[in-house]
Structure formats: structure tokens, C-alpha cells
């Protein structure tokens, strides 16, 4: 079963188009990574899967039309972490995150048991129990990035947009973060769509890899399909060396050397 099912989708800014008839299929418990160079069209496409954007072609996530979607039953459906999360800076981060569960909520608006446990459990499960009652504003940038991912674990949707998510975080949260959302899709079978820049964590991380360049999706496939050293490089523009390690295939880019 399809979890995003896009066709012809293209995201027009102006005169700028952004996003050019771009097809694209995940399925239910799948990771797929968005990669490829800055301005090639990532985050317009997260924000257009999140039907935060107008766009054109076809999108259907969860077997539904997004725009037969009012905002609270595609808020159930999908969850995003934007590149550049803004939050308010005196609320605590506990209600921040539980505002994650406002799509949930009944007419009444009022919490139940089950909102503050996601909370809670949203918390731990990204390490801030202790910092629950802190402010947002006096977070440090790694710190308010994993509240903003609390906040989407905690809307509990069955699709999850990650938009360079763990950018601002030091190795060890980067990987708790990773191993976390990949713990979730393997019981819970969450879809993961996330862009990123790191090629050796999208081969890790993802089934499937769909490389964009100037808002076209110039190749999708399997890791193995996609991290090659000279389309990498050609796409790129810098000179890559693809290692196959036991655990990983690394991707590291190389000096460029000045002719003598």
C-alpha cells in the first residue's frame, strides 16, 4: 500500500519553479531520503507533501487526496519538522510538545490521558524529560530541535516528514534521533520521508533514495543505485569516493588539489 502516492507534482514560486512533474511513491513502513544540492528542490517538496504549499499534479498520502483535506485531518495524517522550526520562546517545551496532540483534541479542546502520555513518552523518547519545564528560548540549538521532533512524534501520525532534522544536533543525538524514528517505523510502521545532506546516513537509514537537481528527480532507487561516486559527483559538482565498509557506504567528498 501507498503511504504518498505523487504524480506530475510540481511547487511554483512566482516565476520560479521549484518543484518540476515530479513522481514519487512510498509505501506504508518505508524511509525514503530526499538528497541532492541546495536550491535542488528538497524542502519545497516536504512542504508540498505536507500540503503546506500549492502545488499542481496529483498527491494522495494515506490513500487520501490532499486537497480533499481540511488541516486538522491531514495534521492526523502527517507530521513534519521544518528546516527552520520557529516556537515560542516562553512556553515551556512540556506544552510545546503537547501541542503536537491539537489535532486530536474534541470539540471541547481539553486533554485526555492518552494526549499527556504521547507527551511524555514524545519526551523521553528524544531525552528531555529533564528540560520539560524549561523555557523553549533557553534551549540550546540542539535541544529545540529535538523538541520540535517531540512535538511531531507526539501528533502520532502515521507519516512522518523529517526536513533536515538532525542538523543541529552533535553526533550522539543525531544517532539516538535516527535510531528512534527507525525504531518507530519498524513497530509501528511509520513513513519516513527525510532530506538530508549526509549521503552515508541516507544509505544507512533509507530503502529508497530519490536524488533532485534543479527541481527534477534526475534518478530513485536503492541506495546501492544511487550512491555512486561519478553520477554523484556529476550531480554535485565536487569529486566524490563512495567506500564500501562493512557497516555503511561512505560517501566522503574530496579536496579539490591546485594544478602545479
Known amino acids: 500500500m501507498s503511504a504518498i502516492f505523487a504524480s506530475s507534482l510540481s511547487v511554483r514560486y512566482g516565476a520560479r519553479l521549484a518543484i518540476h512533474e515530479l513522481d514519487l511513491r512510498a509505501d506504508a513502513g518505508s524511509w525514503t531520503a530526499v538528497v541532492g ?11 508540498a507533501l505536507a500540503g503546506l504549499v500549492r502545488f499542481l499534479g496529483r498527491l494522495r498520502v494515506a490513500g487520501c487526496d490532499v486537497r480533499g483535506l481540511d488541516r486538522r485531518r491531514l495534521a492526523r495524517l502527517v ?19 503537547l501541542l503536537g496532540r491539537t489535532p486530536h483534541l474534541g470539540m471541547l479542546g481539553g486533554l485526555g490521558v492518552a494526549d499527556r502520555d504521547a507527551c511524555e513518552q514524545s519526551l523521553s523518547q528524544m531525552g528531555l524529560l529533564q528540560s520539560a519545564d524549561r523555557p523553549v528560548g533557553e534551549l540550546s540549538g540542539g535541544e529545540r530541535q529535538r523538541a520540535v521532533l517531540a512535538r511531531a512524534l507526539a501528533q502520532q501520525a502515521p507519516i512522518l516528514l523529517l526536513d533536515e532534522a538532525t542538523s543541529a544536533l552533535d553526533l550522539r543525538r543525531q544517532h539516538d534521533v535516527l535510531e528512534t524514528v527507525d525504531g518507530l517505523r519498524a513497530e509501528h510502521g511509520l513513513t519516513v520521508v527525510s532530506s538530508m545532506h549526509d549521503l552515508t546516513l541516507a544509505g544507512q537509514y533509507a530503502d529508497r533514495i530519490v536524488l533532485l537537481d534543479g527541481g527534477r528527480a534526475v534518478a530513485y532507487g536503492t541506495p546501492a543505485e544511487i550512491l555512486r561516486e561519478e553520477f554523484l559527483s556529476e550531480h554535485y559538482d565536487v569529486p566524490l569516493r563512495v567506500m564500501e565498509c562493512e557497516e555503511a557506504t561512505v560517501v566522503v567528498p574530496l579536496r579539490r588539489r591546485s594544478l602545479p
Do not use: C, D, I
Open 79 to 97: 507530521a513534519l519538522v521544518p528546516q527552520e522550526p520557529v516556537a515560542p520562546e516562553r512556553m515551556s517545551v512540556r506544552r510545546y510538545v
Open 37 to 47: 544540492p541546495n536550491g535542488s528542490g528538497k524542502s519545497s517538496l516536504l512542504r
